[in-house]
């Protein structure tokens, strides 16, 4: 049984980050969890990987959403229009969190800079592999043909 506390939980879990499971899904959606299975696996549905890129990034951008919205409650003052105390401490802790959210966005490209040149790498390691394999088969036939008594292809 579905309750409105349960569906409001599965939603502010899901919309504030957590895992958007097929348990929350068939909550919010007051399905069965049983129909939702069915359906994820008849169409295949991929859920984003706890550890992949597009999660971490997906994390990072909620991290900055908040952080922008109390910056703009620091800032801006309540909705009444009474304005909020300045707290420099507040401000200097959400400028902190800020810059480390920025480090860990250029450790990530960095990682993906340097999974992208391993694959270069990788790719002209087998290219130049494959040009001496060539030539190994090219000097084999050669000399199995001088051993042989004919001339070789291509002499």
Known sequence: MR????VFAAMRHVH???????????????????MVRMR??????????????AERRRRIEIQYDRL?????????????????????????????MVRALEKIGETM???EDAKDKQIKDDAEL?????RIDDRIR?????????????EPDGA
């Not at 309750?3 to 349960?6: F, N």
């Not at 994820?40 to 890129?53: H, L, T």
């Not at 910056?71 to 902190?96: H, N, P, Q, W, Y």
């Not at 090219?138 to 004919?150: I, T």
């Open 109 to 111: 490209r960095s990682d």
């Open 40 to 53: 994820a696996e008849a169409e295949c549905w991929k859920p984003v990987a706890a550890g992949s890129v």
């Open 126 to 130: 087998a290219a130049a592999l494959k």
């Open 3 to 6: 309750s409105a506390e349960g």
């Open 68 to 96: 922008i919205a109390e910056i703009e409650r620091l800032t801006l003052g309540s909705e009444d229009g009474e304005g909020l105390s300045f707290d420099k401490a507040r401000v200097d802790t959400i400028m902190a």
């Open 16 to 34: 504030e980050g957590g895992e958007a499971s097929l348990e929350n899904l068939a909550m919010i959606a007051g399905r069965s969890l049983r």
């Open 138 to 150: 090219e000097l084999a036939r050669y000399h199995a043909g001088r051993l042989g008594g004919a």
